[in-house]
């Protein structure tokens, strides 16, 4: 238990001065501009708008900037803010077909209709240090190739075409899916819920409880089907006028990752499916999202669980927000003074009550 | 050529305040208005579908700014739903809104809308000329017993 305490106002008030001093550093070199964070660390942002579950690339490079570049607590930071916002309402289910695609990538099927695009990747990089980097070198602008018309069936749809992979079907109880920002989360939850925490959820985390089910923690090795990373609309219907506008446009990644299926008592052999989506250019996290996404669904698809920590969706979805597990883990570090004295004397009277018997 | 209304909301909506002002501010129309509702930064909540084609899940949040103004001469009235959180943007977007169902529609649209349309339609196009020049052909090696 907690017990509050008083005073230590004036080394608090210093402590959070010399904080800012710190976060400034050195004045001999220039400070670091919001716009800078915003165009050159972008996959910070992608973090920090995903995680801190709000869509706003400048309030990110400015939580960034705060948190002396402290991600977690960036994203603190725009949990807090965005408590204090109305919300105006629900966006219409985003079409990701619909992608201004920078990247799209399968690695099931080599010849797709709209063809592989690699997009701005790490991947078949040598992981060298760029010491050029270090000497202020000038970078040459990417020239953009030939006009190009993009409209790009999901892959998984091919294997739908043949029948032998799952479909996605709306449900008639989809209105019913609780919002974990509006009411606490309940175990169990349905496919929608579980999406909307573990799209939220820490990076790390996630990535963690998906190398375990790689690993066999809950047998789980798929196929990335199709990733995908661009832009994309989003349509909210407008009250004063009834109808829809695109109101926003956001960068979103998306990863449907194809499982081996042997069948269940109640389901045929054929490939399965889990789901990726997350703001901002954030492939690591939609790819392991779709593979924990996956590992929980044992259930519906009538397999045996293994009792692995990444088909346990209390496990998961309870220890997956970085925000709660930060604010918990934390708050030790806080004055527990009552607390611990109260200990303090339990200890100290059973080793009298102890010692005096040994003496009998 | 003429747009409906959710078009040109759309294209407002998605403008950067720089643009969307800049180019209001270059007509030089200043016209009086007053607030119906005072600019309010909210949210609203983004939605997908599992698979693109499920259920529906809460995707998590965008920050948004709304207003509504009338104006003065005529009495109409217009709505600035945009991105962000600028309260300009908003305001500008609500009276370019108005100003399209006035007699200055011609002059909105062709100055703004469409510049707005032609922004967009430029920075989409340069993502897909960018990302053309990355396709890629995979090709699985032939190997030596499958030669005639």
Known sequence: MYVAVKGGERAIDNAHRWL?????????????????????????????????????????????????????????????????????????????????????????????????????????????????????????????????????QHVTQFLNNEGIIETEETSSSEAESPDLTRQPLEIPANRALRLQALTRSDEGFLLGMAYSTQRGFGRNHPFVGELRIG????????????????????????????????????????????????????????????????ALRWKELGEVSDGAPAQDEEFVLYHGDNIQATGFVEHIKLPHYVDFQAELELIRKIRKTAFEAKKG | MSLVRSKWLSYLAKSSESDLVGLYESTGLDPSYTYLRKPEIG????????????????????????CSIQLEDGKLVGHGYVQGRSKKKSTVAALCDALMQSDKRTLIESKIVIKLKEIEKKRHDLIKRKAEKTKVDFFTLVRGEDEK
């Open chain 1, 20 to 152: 800012e001093d710190e976060r400034r550093g050195d004045r001999k070199v220039t400070d670091l501009s919001v716009d800078q964070i915003k165009t050159q660390l972008s996959l910070s942002i992608a973090k920090v708008m995903a995680e801190g579950s709000l869509f706003d690339p400048e309030l990110a490079s400015l939580a960034i900037k705060q948190a002396r570049g402290d991600l977690i607590e960036a994203i603190f930071l725009i949990r807090a803010y965005r408590t204090t916002l109305p919300r105006f309402g629900f966006g219409q289910p985003i079409n990701t077909d619909k992608m201004i695609a920078k990247r799209r990538i399968s690695a099931t099927f080599k010849d797709i209709p709209g063809g592989q695009l690699l997009g701005p990747t790490f991947d078949y990089t040598h992981r060298l240090l760029d010491f050029k980097l270090l000497a202020d070198g000038s970078i040459d602008e990417f020239e953009p190739g030939k006009d190009t018309e993009q409209m790009f």
């Open chain 1, 231 to 294: 832009l994309i609309s989003v349509e909210f219907e407008i009250p004063e006028i009834g109808f829809n506008i695109e109101i926003a446009e956001i960068e979103i990644s998306e990863c449907e990752t194809v499982n081996q299926f042997l069948g269940s008592k109640t389901h045929p052999p054929k490939f399965t499916r889990g789901y990726g989506f997350v703001f901002g250019q954030s492939e690591r996290k939609a790819i392991s999202m779709a593979l924990v996404d996956r």
């Open chain 2, 43 to 66: 949210t609203i909540m983004a939605t997908a579908r599992i698979g693109n084609t499920g259920q529906k899940f809460n995707a998590g949040e965008i920050s948004v700014t709304r």
